[in-house]
């Protein structure tokens, strides 16, 4: 087995937080936890490459991340925010390119018919664009997840089909780092949890 880990972040800063240091494993998933305001989506984003880092090495499989483009590397690093953007109007449309079929399998999955596929996104409630926002991710087939409180709006039944789902992802060797505030699921869905707490991570 690889002693190379599949994310590793070492000395990133900005000048809004860090310097961070972690890594994730190929099949893991590490939980951060922390008070709003700590740093947490700040974190994640400078790992996505979606605000510019002041210094400090990101690396994907032991390859730095400047060897890939922007766009490129968040295909490979994907950022799923808390409130995900959506730029059609309907929910197809989001899937251009995609195997329909396991988009269809993962919606099932995680409890939404298969006629929402041709559903708009205005009548959906947040809790099924959520779920949606998930499978978007998954349907592009990244190595790591960066998921910011992915679960905030959904009822307990839909929390473990979501975390069910990610817990087959991981099986095949997604790496996951995952924000949330609730201890429980941390305990569940987590390998090691790390604490950002004064926008600097700590052990926790």
């Given at each position: 087995m690889s002693c190379i880990p599949r994310l590793r972040v070492h000395?990133?800063?900005s000048a809004m937080a860090g310097p961070f240091d972690l890594?994730?494993?190929a099949g893991e998933c590490v939980v951060l936890m922390g008070k709003s305001g700590a740093g947490k989506t700040v974190l994640l984003r400078l790992i996505a490459d979606l605000d510019p880092p002041r210094a400090g090495v990101v690396e994907l499989d032991g390859a730095r991340r400047e060897r890939l483009s922007g766009p490129g590397w968040r295909r490979r690093v994907l950022y799923q925010p808390a409130e995900p953007a959506w730029w059609s109007p309907v929910v197809r449309q989001h899937f251009d390119g995609a195997d329909i079929d396991r988009v269809r399998a993962m919606a099932a999955a995680l409890g939404l018919p298969?006629?929402?596929?041709?559903?708009e996104l205005m009548h959906l409630s947040?809790?099924?664009?959520q779920r949606l926002a998930l499978v978007r991710s998954l349907?592009?087939?990244?190595?790591?997840?960066?998921?910011?409180?992915?679960?905030a709006s959904l009822d307990q039944a839909s929390i473990l089909a979501y975390e069910a789902l990610l817990a087959e992802e991981?099986?095949?060797?997604?790496?996951?780092l995952w924000v949330t505030h609730s201890r429980e699921q941390a305990g569940r869905v987590g390998h090691r949890c790390l604490t950002v707490a004064d926008r600097a991570l700590q052990s926790a």
């Open positions: 000395g990133l800063r890594h994730v494993d298969d006629a929402i596929l041709d559903a947040t809790g099924e664009r349907s592009r087939g990244p190595s790591v997840l960066l998921l910011d409180e992915p679960t991981t099986g095949k060797g997604m790496a996951i």
